[in-house]
Nanobody, 114 residues
Framework: VQLQASGGGLVQPGGSLRLSCVASGFIFSTNAVDWYRHVPGKQREWVGFITSLSRTAYSDSVKGRFTISRDNAKNAAYLQMNNLKPEDTAVYYC?????????WGQGTLVTVSS
């Protein structure tokens, strides 16, 4: 199982970014995908998830600003982030559970700063 997250970068407050998570090594379409973020020195924070049926849920801190989607044909999940705030600065990770094991991508850094 491999997860490759990408799309991070530097963006000004109020801007947008779209993160991608490309998966391989398992049947992607049957698995939910979670997104987390982590700021060094703080606890990892759950951002949201998308189920295999594309149902989504979000943390209160990002609800209304972030949208998770998936494209099973591309084995990919996406995190669209709008109206970004400085407090959204973090390393973002995608993760899946396959069988009884959790797998994490390598993370992609998002920096929101003017």
């Amino acid at each position: 199982v491999q997860l490759q997250a990408s799309g991070g970068g530097l963006v000004q407050p109020g801007g947008s970014l779209r993160l991608s998570c490309v998966a391989s090594g398992f049947i992607f379409s049957t698995n939910a995908v979670d997104w987390y973020r982590h700021v060094p020195g703080k606890q990892r924070e759950w951002v949201g998830f998308i189920t295999s049926l594309s149902r989504t849920a979000y943390s209160d801190s990002v609800k209304g600003r972030f949208t998770i989607s998936r494209d099973n044909a591309k084995n990919a999940a996406y995190l669209q982030m709008n109206n970004l705030k400085p407090e959204d600065t973090a390393v973002y990770y995608c993760t899946v559970v396959v069988g009884s094991s959790a797998y994490w991508g390598q993370g992609t850094l998002v920096t929101v700063s003017s």
